[in-house]
């Protein structure tokens, strides 16, 4: 058990959060495992949802019935790759305002990554982070003036960050 791949992903860039632009998010996923991680698929999924998330929600990005997940790729150990998702739709003023004070509502971003590990059992991991308020404000500035190469201000959700538990509510 301890030889197989570990998978975990957390955003790493924002991009496009302006009015009427449609935002962008990339993620980072990593194998902390010790063997590679085949046949990784991933379904992203971002949005503007309350906050705190309301305790009992069910996990908002679950991949819809049919849904074709995202490219298929190995992971090796501690060589990450990048994979993203861009917003359904342009944020408003409204949305922006929402989010940079972060007391009622934030940017939510997440997803489920399946993947096979080196004797074919077959993982899965989800993964729900937010932002806003004033790290992100923070965050922003520092990312401006050069002093960081993307958002780190992330929250990771107390729910829904966990490995092998997809089909939990």
């Not at 060589?79 to 409204?94: K, R, W, Y």
């Not at 077959?122 to 500035?141: A, D, K, T, V, Y």
Request: aromatic share 12%.
């Amino acid at each position: 058990k301890q030889i197989r791949a570990y998978l975990g992903a957390e955003p790493t860039l924002i991009e496009n959060l302006k009015e009427g632009f449609t935002t962008s998010i990339t993620f980072k996923i990593d194998n902390f495992g010790q063997t590679p991680a085949r046949s990784v698929r991933s379904h992203t999924h971002a949005e503007v949802l309350p906050y705190p998330f309301p305790s009992g929600r069910p996990f908002p990005f679950d991949a819809p019935s049919g849904t074709t997940f995202e490219s298929v790729a190995s992971i090796y150990p501690h060589l990450p790759i990048p994979t993203g998702v861009q917003m359904d739709h342009p944020l408003s003023a409204d949305n922006i305002s929402a989010i940079v004070y972060g007391k009622a509502q934030r940017l939510y971003a997440g997803g489920i990554i399946q993947y096979e590990d080196v004797v074919g059992m077959n993982h899965c991991l989800r993964f729900f982070f937010s932002i806003g308020g004033p790290e992100l404000i923070s965050s922003l500035r520092d990312w401006e003036a050069g002093k960081r190469n993307g958002i780190s201000a992330w929250r990771s959700s107390r729910q829904y960050n966990d490995e092998d538990r997809c089909d939990a509510k």
